[in-house]
């Protein structure tokens, strides 16, 4: 029994009153008397989010998650004196050589990358206390151009060039291979296999698995930059963080379907969902999960942002008309996913404080209003969520990417 099956358990012992949901509801039911007619989809997912609350679960998981942002929140993380005028300098100068005119098409913005060489890749075998795994290696290849405002800056993070990613692959007959994309401030083999449970997804489902490390994440973080900086008033940074983590993962895309891959899914978690979602309308897959989910980072900042320092960034330039067109080109409401709405999942905190309840509900309307699992809790925790484990189960499940046993 995993850690969030115990930790489940216990709660459920100690609070009866929590009671268990079942996997194959795509919403909670109905508190309140319907109303005649049909409700409109908007009133309909906010119910939903309603009853999702519970006072044990929404108590904690906004805990956790106000602990989690005091920790992004530190001062060191703040822009110093001029920072946000040079910022907007960058985003203006982005905006000239990006848009300038030119209509939103991320598809012609993100040009597919060339397949990763065989002489170029490296392989070790590595260990975790729930499996042996591989550890692969190779060099990224993705350059800022030089008259990007952030090209000296962006292309001179050194560990960055290298991209990584751990992989579990079973030998034998074909088997469906999940891209597990992690969330902000991870990046290493025991925090991504705890989040998306990969233990279960590899033995006992029977996937293969590929774990990409985004940028500026892991060992791909260069040791000036504190944690989880991929996300931070450089809003450039998370402009080409989110175009980098594209190109790097549909070369891994590629290296899965030369080992023979047939069916490949996106499963991500908070900021990897946005790169999933984003993935998804570049790139042919037969499955998207958005855990957590974020769709707009320019919308993340002024949430997050201290009354002062929005007002300051508005000021310079850093959050407006620019901004927006500028990110809609890395954005996942710009682009259609490609797999069908019936292979598309998304699952969310009803009380989340660090994505917010409000990025998941857009995503869901973008997507056509995909199948959803509002849980109690907030960002962090859907770890222990007894919700959220079978949910991703039975809709692997259901796109045909595993056989639960019963």
Same mark, same amino acid.
């Given at each position: ?19 268990? +949901? ?27 989010? #309603?009853?999702? =609350? ?14 989690? /942002?005091?920790?992004?929140? $530190?001062?060191?993380? *703040? ?18 050589? *990006? ?7 991320? !598809?012609?913005?993100?040009? %597919? ?16 206390? !729930? ?10 290849? *993705?350059? +800022?151009?030089?008259?990007?405002? @952030? ?5 001179? =993070? ?31 083999? =025991? ?40 996300? !931070?008033?450089?809003?450039?940074? @998370? ?12 070369? /891994?895309?590629?290296?899965? $379907?030369?080992?023979? @891959?047939?069916?490949?899914? /996106? *499963? ?9 979602? /984003? ?5 042919? &897959?037969? %499955? +998207? ?12 900042? &002024?949430?997050? @942002? ?23 080109? &890395? ?8 797999? %069908?709405?019936?292979? $598309?999942?998304?699952?969310?905190? #009803?009380?989340?404080?660090? #994505? ?24 962090? !925790? ?20 595993? &056989?639960?046993?019963?």
């Amino acid at each position: 029994m995993g850690p969030a099956r115990v930790w489940s358990s216990l709660l459920q012992s100690l609070f009866p009153w929590r009671a268990p +949901v079942s996997p194959e509801a795509a919403r909670p039911a109905k508190r309140k008397p319907a109303r005649r007619g049909q409700q409109p989809a908007g009133e309909s997912i906010r119910l939903a989010r #309603s009853n999702a =609350y519970t006072g044990v679960a929404r108590f904690a998981g906004r805990s956790i998650d106000r602990l989690f /942002l005091a920790g992004m929140s $530190r001062p060191h993380r *703040y822009p110093g004196a001029g920072d946000l005028a040079r910022v907007g300098e960058e985003i203006a100068a982005a905006h000239r050589l *990006y848009r300038a005119g030119r209509p939103v098409a991320p !598809s012609a913005f993100h040009a %597919t990358p060339p397949a990763i060489d065989i002489d170029e890749i490296s392989i070790e075998p590595a260990w975790h206390p !729930s499996m042996r795994f591989e550890w692969l290696s190779f060099e990224s290849g *993705y350059q +800022v151009p030089s008259e990007d405002p @952030a090209a000296d800056r962006w292309n001179n =993070y050194d560990r960055n060039h290298v991209a990584h990613a751990w992989v579990a692959r079973h030998s034998g007959p074909e088997r469906p291979w999940l891209i597990c994309l992690h969330g902000l401030g991870t990046g290493g083999p =025991y925090a991504d296999f705890a989040g998306f449970r990969a233990e279960k997804l590899h033995h006992e489902l029977g996937l293969n698995l590929v774990m990409p490390v985004l940028p500026l994440h892991g060992p791909r973080k260069p040791a000036a930059l504190p944690i989880a900086s991929l996300l !931070s008033f450089d809003l450039l940074d @998370a402009f080409h963080g989110v175009s980098q983590a594209v190109w790097d993962t549909r070369r /891994l895309i590629q290296w899965a $379907r030369a080992q023979g @891959a047939t069916k490949i899914g /996106l *499963y991500g978690l908070s900021i990897g969902s946005y790169v999933s979602a /984003l993935l998804a309308g570049l790139d042919n &897959v037969d %499955t +998207v999960i958005a855990g957590i989910p974020v769709c707009d980072i320019p919308d993340l900042f &002024v949430h997050h @942002a201290p009354v002062d320092q929005r007002q300051e960034a508005e000021d310079n330039g850093v959050l407006g008309v620019h901004t927006r067109e500028l990110f809609e080109l &890395v954005s996942p409401l710009s682009v259609t996913p490609h797999t %069908t709405l019936e292979n $598309r999942f998304i699952f969310a905190g #009803s009380d989340d404080k660090v #994505s917010t309840p409000e990025q998941a509900e857009r995503l869901w309307e973008h997507w056509g209003q995909p199948g959803i699992r509002w849980f109690a809790g907030g960002h962090v !925790s859907f770890f222990w969520s007894s919700e959220v484990a079978p949910f991703v189960d039975h809709r692997l499940h259901k796109s045909g990417f595993a &056989v639960l046993d019963r």
